[in-house]
Nanobody, 125 residues
Framework: VQLQASGGGLVQTGGYLRLSCAVS????????VGWFRQAPGREREFVAT????????YYADSVKGRFAISRDTASNTDYLQMDSLKPEDTAVYYC???????????????????WGRGTLVTVSS
C-alpha cells in the first residue's frame, strides 16, 4: 500500500488549504485512512480519520469544526479540508492507512500500518 500526501503550502491565519492523500496498491482490505501532524519539536498527533466506506469520521478536538475529512471512492483519494487555519496548525501533515478492522475511533499512530510522506503546512500570523 502506498500513500501520497499533497496540497501543503504557506497560508495566512484564517486561510484555508485542502490536502489530498492518494492511496494505491493492495488496498482491498483498507479499513480507514487517518491524518496526523507533527510540529517542530513536538510529537506526532492525531488530526482526523475516516473509514474506507466514508461512513464514519472522527476529529481531534483541536480541529473540530474547522477541518473536514472526506474521500472519493472512485479515485481512492482522501481529502482534508482545512479552514480557519491558525499558526498552531503549522506542521508536517501525514496520511496513513489501516488494514482490516479495529476499535473505532482509530486515533493512535500505532493503529495505522502504512504511512505516506508528509506535506508541510505553514500558517503565518
Amino acid at each position: 500500500v502506498q500513500l501520497q500526501a499533497s496540497g501543503g503550502g504557506l497560508v495566512q491565519t484564517g486561510g484555508y488549504l485542502r490536502l489530498s492523500c492518494a492511496v494505491s496498491g493492495r488496498i482491498d482490505s483498507t479499513y480507514a485512512v487517518g491524518w496526523f501532524r507533527q510540529a517542530p519539536g513536538r510529537e506526532r498527533e492525531f488530526v482526523a480519520t475516516i473509514t474506507w466506506s466514508g461512513s464514519l469520521t472522527y476529529y481531534a478536538d483541536s480541529v473540530k469544526g474547522r477541518f473536514a475529512i472526506s474521500r472519493d471512492t472512485a479515485s481512492n483519494t482522501d481529502y482534508l479540508q482545512m479552514d480557519s487555519l491558525k499558526p498552531e496548525d503549522t506542521a508536517v501533515y501525514y496520511c496513513a492507512a489501516r488494514m482490516s478492522g479495529g476499535t473505532w475511533p482509530l486515533r493512535k499512530s500505532y493503529d495505522y500500518e502504512y504511512w505516506g510522506r508528509g506535506t508541510l503546512v505553514t500558517v503565518s500570523s
